[in-house]
């Protein structure tokens, strides 16, 4: 991860809930969807350095649990 970070973070590939994944998505504070992340890109980092200064949320979703988490660009 870094979190806050300006570029790319990376996420922990080996947590089973991350293995279930069927969307990684970059929420806005306004709720508007900033970034759809390919899930086979995952291993070479999501890169948000297109994406405005701000917080986010980063939203994973399995076919049973939605994770968010917030990550803040600077």
Same mark, same amino acid.
């Given at each position: 991860f870094?979190?806050p970070?300006?570029?790319?973070?990376?996420?922990?590939?080996?947590?089973?809930?991350?293995?279930?994944? /069927?969307?990684?998505?970059? &929420? #806005?504070?306004?709720?508007?969807?900033?970034? %759809?992340?390919? $899930? +086979? /890109?995952?291993?070479?980092? &999501? #890169?948000?350095?297109?994406?405005?200064?701000? %917080?986010?949320? $980063? +939203?994973?979703?399995?076919?049973?649990?939605?994770?968010?988490?917030?990550?803040?660009?600077?």
């Open positions: 870094p979190n970070t300006n570029s790319i973070f990376y996420l922990d590939h080996s947590n089973q809930f991350l293995k279930e994944a /069927s969307s990684i998505l970059i &929420i #806005d504070q306004h709720g508007r969807l900033s970034k %759809s992340i390919p $899930l +086979q /890109s995952l291993k070479n980092g &999501i #890169d948000i350095s297109n994406l405005v200064n701000g %917080s986010y949320i $980063l +939203q994973i979703t399995t076919p049973n649990k939605v994770f968010t988490k917030k990550i803040i660009k600077h």
